[in-house]
Nanobody, 115 residues
């Protein structure tokens, strides 16, 4: 059974940090791109960061310089280090993985930035 399981969300004060993890299991094909998306209440889902199998990374402008995406291919795990968090970063964060055949999604983890 294929699973992407996120962890690390929670409540943090503005200016704080969190690290999200996304562990993949059951995916037999090579994973190409992995990404983090987020969806805030009443808003469309937004692509936050992408990490390709070749090592390149891309970020949405609003998180550049604050968030860092990384992959540990040996552990089939992806991370999102989030620093200098702002209230507007509050959302459900979901991880995504793509192979040559299909795509996979995690269930999501809530990140709330509030004082």
């Amino acid at each position: 059974q294929v699973q992407l399981v996120e962890s690390g969300g929670g409540l943090v004060q503005p200016g704080g940090s969190l690290r999200l993890s996304c562990a993949a299991s059951g995916i037999r094909s090579s994973i190409n791109s992995r990404a983090w998306y987020r969806q805030a209440p009443g808003k469309q889902r937004e692509l936050v960061a992408v990490a390709t199998s070749g090592g390149s990374t891309t970020y949405v402008d609003s998180v550049k310089g604050r968030f860092t995406i990384s992959r540990d291919n040996a552990k089939n795990t992806m991370y999102l280090q989030m620093n200098s968090l702002k209230p507007e970063d509050t959302a459900v964060y979901s991880c995504y993985a793509s192979t040559a055949l299909t795509t996979y999604w995690g269930q999501g983890t809530q990140v709330t930035v509030s004082s």
